[in-house]
C-alpha cells in the first residue's frame, strides 16, 4: 500500500475540515484503517478507526460527537469529516492501515502502513 492523505488545511475554530485516504494502487476496502495525529510537543494519538469487516467505527474521547470517519466506496477511499474544530486538534493528520485486523485499534503499533500525513491548523 502506498497510502495518500489530503484534504489539510487552516480553519477557523467551529469550523470543518475532510481528510482523506486513499492508497495510489487501488482499494482499502479490505483494511482496517485508522486515523492518528500528532501535535507539536505530544505523543502521537489515535483519534479514528474502522473495521474492514462490518465497518465498526472507534474515536477517541477527545473527538467523540464532532469526527466521523466512513468509507467512500465510489471513491476508494476512507475519509475523517472532522467538525466544531478547535485549536486542541492543530496536528499533522495520518491515516494507516492493517489488514489482519478484525476489528479496529486507536493504537498505532499494529498498523503496517502508513501515509506521509497532513497538516490541520485550526485558529482560534
Known amino acids: 500500500l502506498q497510502l495518500v492523505e489530503s484534504g489539510g488545511g487552516l480553519v477557523q475554530a467551529g469550523g470543518s475540515l475532510r481528510l482523506s485516504c486513499g492508497d495510489s494502487?487501488?482499494?482499502?476496502?479490505?483494511?482496517?484503517i485508522g486515523w492518528f495525529r500528532k501535535a507539536p510537543g505530544k505523543e502521537r494519538e489515535g483519534v479514528a478507526c474502522?473495521?474492514?469487516?462490518?465497518?465498526?467505527?472507534w474515536y477517541a474521547d477527545s473527538v467523540k460527537g464532532r469526527f466521523t470517519v466512513a468509507r467512500d466506496y465510489g471513491k476508494k477511499q476512507v475519509f475523517l469529516q472532522m467538525d466544531s474544530l478547535n485549536p486542541e486538534d492543530t496536528a499533522i493528520y495520518y491515516c494507516?492501515?492493517?489488514?489482519?485486523?478484525?476489528?479496529?485499534?486507536?493504537?498505532?503499533?499494529?498498523?503496517?502502513?502508513w501515509g506521509q500525513g497532513t497538516q490541520v491548523t485550526v485558529s482560534s
Open positions: 494507516a492501515a492493517e489488514g489482519l485486523f478484525v476489528g479496529c485499534v486507536l493504537l498505532s503499533d499494529p498498523y503496517d502502513y
Open positions: 474502522i473495521s474492514s469487516s462490518d465497518n465498526s467505527t
Open positions: 494502487g487501488g482499494a482499502l476496502d479490505n483494511y482496517a
